[in-house]
């Protein structure tokens, strides 16, 4: 089995981290930091909005069970691409819509699925496409968030389960049959 690697930045890491999941052929989603020029920054130094680092993940699937395209189009499904810099309450450069391509193939999947998916969205998609840089791995209490601590938390509780909700509903066929909201 073939694996491959896609990082993508769309807000706070605890609610894009939950959406893909539950996608089948994803074998593992990090929390994490990139597009930053301070090396290996705490969640802290992130927060503060001066290190450039986005909260990201890093998803770890089988190309043969869930395309890199379709992991774009649930993607920009999930979160919206059209706010800059910020992802409702969560503003900042370090909650930008981004992807960090592994690959020219990546790139060019990345910009057809900006294209693909502008005609959904009432304004212009901002989501950049960077380098992919350093990958930092957040602080371990931030992995597998909303399987634990987030399902407590006000802030998870109000954005997770809508993301989940549209994933369920436009992408059924590519969601785990065991995933619960």
Known sequence: MAIEQATLAGGCFWCTEA???DVIGVEKVESGYTGGTVPSPT???VCGGDTGHAEAIRITYDPTQ????DLLDMFFATHDPTQLNRQG???GTQYRSAIFPHS???EAAARSAIARAQPDWPAPIVTTIEPLGDWYPAEDYHQDYWE???QRNPYCLAIIPPKLQKLRKSF???VKA???A
């Open 19 to 21: 959406v893909f999941k």
């Open 43 to 45: 969640y802290k130094q």
């Open 66 to 69: 869930v395309s890199y395209d």
């Open 89 to 91: 309450n969560d503003i």
């Open 104 to 106: 020219p193939g990546q």
């Open 178 to 180: 065991d995933a619960t």
């Open 172 to 174: 059924a066929a590519r």
């Open 148 to 150: 634990g601590e987030g």
